[in-house]
Every structure is written in structure tokens, then in C-alpha cells.
């Protein structure tokens, strides 16, 4: 039951964060940034920060527990190993991002005005950043597939 707990959480986390992450998206892709546009992509953040810590707390457990197949299999493995590069892609382009919108968050608490916060070509830099993290995902999910289907085991 374990097992499959652990698939199904790993796999609403995906379509959470995919989600989340587009949204994201489109919320700062309306300019310029107002505060429902602010408010709508705090809102998709929160989901995807919350849906990423799901994601790899799930993963993490999936691949050290050796819940599905032993972790010498993931480790040897060379589609796996492109997804947790794709994954820490992700995770690099995730760090300025949430960083900066911690920053607004903060900012527009103390009573900045949007625009005043939320610089447009930062704005658009998230926007756009969200975009390719979200082309990462679908890799992922390619890669997923693939290995569910027996590529990249080495043997």
C-alpha cells in the first residue's frame, strides 16, 4: 500500500505543480503587474513551492527507500539520472525567482504599490523562467515514462 501511497502523491504533486507553475505564468504575464495579477501568482507559488516539497519528499523516498526497485537501479540508470539533472534545472532556475517574490510578498505586506514592487522586467523574467520550468516538467514526464517502460536500466 506503501507503494502505491507514494506513486499516487508523487503524481498529484506533478499535476499540481504543472499547474501551478503555468499559472504562475500567466498571472505575471498580464503587465503591467497589478495587485490581483500579484495576488494570483503568490497564490499559484505558494502551490508549486508546496507541490515541489511534495514531489521530492515523495521521490526522495521512492528512490532511497527502495519502495519500487532498489536504489542501485535508479543510480545506474542513465534516464534517471537525466531526470534529476532536469530536476535540479528546475531547481536552479526556481532559486532567484522565489527569492524575489518572498521580496514583493514582503514589500506589498508593508503596503508597496504594485508597480512600484514589482519592477516589469522582473516580472517578465519569472514569467518566462515559470514557462521553461514548465517544458522541464514535461520532460520529466517523458522521462518517467521511459523508464517506466524499462529504458536506460543498464544490464
Do not use: C
Given at each position: 500500500?506503501?507503494?502505491?501511497?507514494?506513486?499516487?502523491?508523487?503524481?498529484?504533486?506533478?499535476?499540481?505543480?504543472?499547474?501551478?507553475?503555468?499559472?504562475?505564468?500567466?498571472?505575471?504575464?498580464?503587465?503591467?503587474?497589478?495587485?490581483?495579477?500579484?495576488?494570483?501568482?503568490?497564490?499559484?507559488?505558494?502551490?508549486w513551492g508546496v507541490a515541489a516539497g511534495l514531489w521530492i519528499t515523495t521521490g526522495l523516498?521512492?528512490?532511497?527507500?527502495?519502495?519500487?526497485?532498489?536504489?542501485?537501479?535508479?543510480?545506474?540508470?542513465?534516464?534517471?539520472?537525466?531526470?534529476?539533472?532536469?530536476?535540479?534545472?528546475?531547481?536552479?532556475?526556481?532559486?532567484?525567482?522565489?527569492?524575489?517574490l518572498i521580496r514583493w510578498r514582503v514589500a506589498l505586506g508593508r503596503g508597496g504599490a504594485?508597480?512600484?514592487?514589482?519592477?516589469?522586467?522582473?516580472?517578465?523574467?519569472?514569467?518566462?523562467?515559470?514557462?521553461?520550468?514548465?517544458?522541464?516538467?514535461?520532460?520529466?514526464?517523458?522521462?518517467?515514462?521511459?523508464?517506466?517502460r524499462g529504458y536506460g536500466a543498464r544490464g
Amino acid at each position: 500500500m506503501l507503494r502505491i501511497t507514494l506513486a499516487a502523491l508523487h503524481l498529484l504533486a506533478l499535476g499540481v505543480g504543472f499547474g501551478a507553475v503555468l499559472g504562475r505564468a500567466f498571472a505575471l504575464g498580464q503587465r503591467p503587474a497589478s495587485a490581483e495579477s500579484l495576488r494570483r501568482a503568490f497564490h499559484f507559488d505558494t502551490q508549486w513551492g508546496v507541490a515541489a516539497g511534495l514531489w521530492i519528499t515523495t521521490g526522495l523516498w521512492r528512490w532511497l527507500g527502495s519502495t519500487e526497485k532498489a536504489t542501485a537501479y535508479y543510480n545506474t540508470n542513465h534516464i534517471f539520472l537525466a531526470k534529476m539533472g532536469l530536476l535540479v534545472l528546475i531547481l536552479a532556475l526556481e532559486v532567484w525567482p522565489m527569492v524575489t517574490l518572498i521580496r514583493w510578498r514582503v514589500a506589498l505586506g508593508r503596503g508597496g504599490a504594485p508597480g512600484d514592487v514589482a519592477a516589469p522586467a522582473a516580472v517578465g523574467r519569472i514569467a518566462t523562467i515559470s514557462r521553461v520550468q514548465a517544458v522541464l516538467v514535461v520532460l520529466m514526464v517523458f522521462a518517467a515514462a521511459a523508464m517506466a517502460r524499462g529504458y536506460g536500466a543498464r544490464g
